[in-house]
């Protein structure tokens, strides 16, 4: 995002899609090996390790709307009392002519 000036949701998401392959290459032999036997033999460790990843995915869609975006004509928006109305510019939100 520093980098290259790319929005941070797009940057994030861009994360996701190049590490998917990877991610999948190595559940695959993970799998083919027996390496997830220890999750079978310690429920607890994995119903905790299920829960911290659900709550935090929930807690991180919920802040979402903290992080600055951009609007559709490419200005700053500054948090989430300036969102993206669909067929609005930021001047008619904020009432400036």
Known sequence: MLLYGVDIKIAGSLSLLVSL?????????????????????????????????????????????????????GAQRVGPSDRCVPGTSASARSGSA
């Open 21 to 73: 392959p990877t991610m999948l290459v190595a559940f695959a032999r993970y799998s083919r090996d027996g390496s997830f036997t220890v999750l079978r033999a310690n429920p607890r460790f994995t119903l905790v390790l299920a829960a911290g990843s659900i709550a935090g995915a929930l807690l991180g869609g919920l802040l979402l709307g903290a992080v600055p975006g951009r609007d559709e004509a």
